[in-house]
Nanobody
Framework: QVHLVESGGGSVQAGESLRLSCTGSGLTFDGYAMAWFRQAPGKEREGVSCISKSGTTPYYANSVKGRITISRDNAKNTIYLQMNNLKPEDTAMYYC?????????????????????WGQGTQVTVSS
């Protein structure tokens, strides 16, 4: 059985930082592209960032580019999301996802239809 477990969420002030982690089990971790999605109340779940199987190719949504860094450590079956200069609009439940690995750049996907497995989520709340 596949499990993706997120951690690192919390409540912070605008301008502060958080580092999210997601550890996988029950799957061949380095066989999947990985991604972070988020869902704010009343909004659709959106892709934030993804990373290729090897970890050499990160990709970011325009809304977070320059403030967020995704990385992965396949030896630890873990991905990370470093979020800096957080804004109130970053408030959401953040989900880890394992999905298909496209053969073309960016070799990962922010599409929900490409996700095979989801984590349970970790809440991020940013106050002004």
């Amino acid at each position: 059985q596949v499990h993706l477990v997120e951690s690192g969420g919390g409540s912070v002030q605008a301008g502060e930082s958080l580092r999210l982690s997601c550890t996988g089990s029950g799957l061949t971790f380095d066989g999947y592209a990985m991604a972070w999605f988020r869902q704010a109340p009343g909004k659709e779940r959106e892709g934030v960032s993804c990373i290729s199987k090897s970890g050499t190719t990160p990709y970011y949504a325009n809304s977070v580019k320059g403030r967020i860094t995704i990385s992965r450590d396949n030896a630890k079956n873990t991905i990370y999301l470093q979020m800096n200069n957080l804004k109130p609009e970053d408030t959401a439940m953040y989900y880890c996802a394992a999905g298909v690995s496209p053969r073309r750049w960016p070799f990962c996907s922010l599409g929900r239809e490409d996700v095979n497995y989801w984590g349970q989520g970790t809440q991020v709340t940013v106050s002004s």
